[in-house]
């Protein structure tokens, strides 16, 4: 079964850093780009960021530029967020999910993050 | 990397047809064919229903079809059910390895 499963998520300050995962399985996950996506409470849903399959090509949204580095271990199947000073508008939950022809095919159920004092 | 627009809400009854529009600019949806459509319960993560425009992965209804005209992308769901009723994101390619959501619209079933 084709799965992703975040992990890393919780409670940090404002200025904090938090760092998530997402173990992969199911399917090569060397042979995917890898999106992390979130959605504040109540909101909609936002790309936070791309990485290509060999990690050579990464990308990033505005708001998060910066602030937030993706990267992936190939050989461990795992997606990671980096994501340094954090600010009470990164309150959301942030979805790995896997890119297919420049679609979103398979998502995460998420890990929430709350940035608040 | 402006925010695709969606109605808030729309609603139909049961056996009627709805339609979800999605306006983007000549950046986003109308400069590339890579639209996709995604359809959310509360506390569930998203599922893909529309690829590429008009492309149904495995699994998805035939209910469910997508078109787009110009800057603008619209999902069609025919044969309303019950179980429709969620919310539906559209999602463009925007170039050079970004993409941009719509603001989501909540899908009624009256």
């Known amino acids: 079964e084709v799965q992703l499963v975040e992990s890393g998520g919780g409670l940090v300050q404002p200025g904090g850093s938090l760092r998530l995962s997402c173990a992969a399985s199911?399917?090569?996950?060397?042979?995917?780009?890898m999106h992390w996506v979130r959605q504040a409470p109540g909101k909609g849903l936002v790309w936070v960021s791309l990485?290509?399959?060999?990690?050579?090509?990464?990308t990033y949204a505005d708001s998060v530029k910066g602030r937030f580095t993706i990267s992936r271990d190939n050989a461990k199947n795992t997606l990671y967020l980096q994501m340094n000073s954090l600010r009470a508008e990164d309150t959301a939950v942030y979805h790995c999910?896997?890119?297919?022809?420049?679609?979103?095919?398979?998502w995460g159920k998420g890990t929430t993050v709350t940035v608040s004092s | 990397q402006s925010a695709l627009t969606q109605p808030r809400s729309v609603s139909g009854s049961p056996g009627q047809s709805v339609t979800v529009s999605c306006t983007g600019t000549?950046?986003?949806?109308?400069?590339?064919?890579?639209v996709s459509w995604y359809q959310q319960y509360p506390g569930k993560a998203p599922k893909l229903m529309i690829s590429?425009?008009?492309k149904r992965p495995s699994g998805v209804p035939d209910r469910f079809s997508g078109s787009k005209s110009g800057n603008t992308a619209s999902l069609t769901i025919s044969g309303l059910q019950a179980e429709d009723e969620a919310d539906y994101y559209c999602?463009?390619?925007?170039?050079?390895?970004?993409?941009?959501f719509g603001g989501g619209t909540k899908l009624t079933v009256l």
């Open positions: 999910v896997r890119d297919v022809g420049k679609n979103m095919d398979v």
């Open positions: 199911g399917f090569t996950f060397s042979n995917y780009w």
């Open positions: 990485i290509r399959t060999d990690g050579a090509v990464t």
């Open positions: 000549s950046s986003d949806v109308g400069g590339y064919n890579h």
């Open positions: 590429d425009v008009s």
């Open positions: 999602c463009s390619y925007a170039g050079t390895y970004t993409w941009v």
